[in-house]
Nanobody
Framework: QVEFVVSGGGSVQPGGSLKLSCAAS????????MRWYRQIPGKEREMVAH????????KYLDSVKGRFTISRDNSKKEVYLQMDELRPEDTATYYC?????????WGQGIQVTVSA
């Protein structure tokens, strides 16, 4: 079955950095577009970053452009989100997602907290 093991979250001060990792299994990762989403309690989940199966195409939420970088390693079946210049408004639960291979599966997500 589909599984995402997400790591790298935690607490950081504004301006700091974190790198999220997502190890995927249960589907053909190498042919899957992957995304990172985030959700704040009481608000809808929003897409933060998208990467194509080859890694050649990436897209970002406007508010994270220039600060976050999505990447992937198909040999390890992992997708990453490097988050720099973190802001308090980046505080959320972050999820990795395979929108076309496993659209209904979200996993547990991981908390990122940015505060002084």
């Amino acid at each position: 079955q589909v599984e995402f093991v997400v790591s790298g979250g935690g607490s950081v001060q504004p301006g700091g950095s974190l790198k999220l990792s997502c190890a995927a299994s249960g589907f053909a990762f190498e042919s899957a577009s992957m995304r990172w989403y985030r959700q704040i309690p009481g608000k809808e989940r929003e897409m933060v970053a998208h990467i194509s199966d080859t890694g050649f195409t990436t897209k970002y939420l406007d508010s994270v452009k220039g600060r976050f970088t999505i990447s992937r390693d198909n040999s390890k079946k992992e997708v990453y989100l490097q988050m720099d210049e973190l802001r308090p408004e980046d505080t959320a639960t972050y999820y990795c997602h395979a929108p076309y291979k496993a659209p209904s599966y979200w996993g547990q997500g991981i908390q990122v907290t940015v505060s002084a």
